[in-house]
């Protein structure tokens, strides 16, 4: 049987619906279940849907499904809403607390307004890599400036992976660029196991306007690894600086990101808001 209660969270409008009982073993979603359940308009809508797991490496694991069934390794604002959902409902107050993730274990900062109460996280991303294996990303050389053709069109894109795989692409930020051009390029042969795609405009050393098309998700208000993912590939670019942080601006808001020297590793700070509860009938 799968749980009924569930609360719905956003992380500037990245959305998820995060259900109870998954500490007591219930079973996985399917992938037809998640697209149904994730469907906006008959269902309860939302980018993905999460469950708590016990975890023998951190505090606790989050399990998180794409709306379209796929299995993502990280995603920075579903992250986010789970660190909320831990503390609030499952009374967890390790500060950081240790979320085990597939893309591996994450330390998550939380503060609120008052105790037991979170309204923002800061997470440790982890080391980005422009590593070709690491990405994954087929070909030899730089991961950086490289011309990819796609439908006709060339673009001049980074590669780096901050939890999952990205190609970043400065220049316009606009959503109907994301629209026109996201869908094909997040299937890129380049990226054997697909790729989010930022399409982003540098308005500063420290500011940069974003737009993003994630791998299992589509056109999205926000994505906390694609906004690490820009960060890092402006500073590789030479147009943002180290130890300094650079804010990104979404379509749904603003996060922070700080890349420390050497890329050691990097921190995302952004909001998490409870929408509401809800049982399925």
């Not at 998180?64 to 107050?93: H, Q, W, Y």
């Not at 991303?125 to 294996?133: I, K, L, Q």
């Not at 820009?230 to 942080?245: K, N, V, Y």
């Amino acid at each position: 049987m799968i749980p009924q209660s569930f609360i719905k969270y956003h992380g500037l409008g990245n959305d998820f619906a995060i259900f109870f009982g998954g500490m007591k073993g219930c079973p996985p979603f399917s992938t037809s279940l998640v697209a149904e359940l994730c469907r906006r308009g008959p269902g309860i809508g939302g980018d993905g849907i999460c469950l708590a797991r016990p975890s023998s490496i951190a505090d606790v694991r989050m399990e998180l499904i794409n709306s379209d069934g796929s299995i993502p390794e990280m995603c920075g604002n579903g992250l986010r809403c789970f660190v909320k959902f831990a503390v609030e409902e499952l009374g967890m107050t390790a500060n950081p607390l240790q979320v085990e993730t597939n893309g591996g274990v994450k330390a998550c900062y939380w503060v609120g307004r008052q105790e037991d109460v979170v309204d923002s996280v800061k997470v440790d991303m982890g080391r980005p890599s422009f590593a070709r294996d690491v990405i994954p990303m087929t070909g030899e050389g730089p991961t950086e400036n490289v011309q990819i053709e796609s439908h006709g069109n060339t673009f001049t894109v980074t590669g780096v992976n901050t939890g999952n795989p990205h190609m970043v692409i400065f220049g316009d930020a606009s959503l109907d660029i994301a629209k026109s051009h996201g869908p094909h390029l997040t299937h890129h042969p380049m990226w054997p196991k697909g790729t989010n795609v930022e399409f982003a405009e540098l308005l500063g050393p420290q500011e940069i306007q974003v737009s993003v098309w994630e791998r299992g998700c589509g056109l999205t208000q926000a994505c906390g690894t694609g906004a690490t993912a820009t960060a890092a590939s402006a500073i590789r670019l030479g147009h943002s600086p180290f130890d300094e942080p650079i804010t990104v601006h979404l379509p749904g808001g603003d996060l922070v990101i700080t890349v420390e020297k050497d890329y050691e590793t990097a921190w995302m700070e952004g909001p998490v808001v409870e929408l509401y509860r809800g049982n399925l009938s």
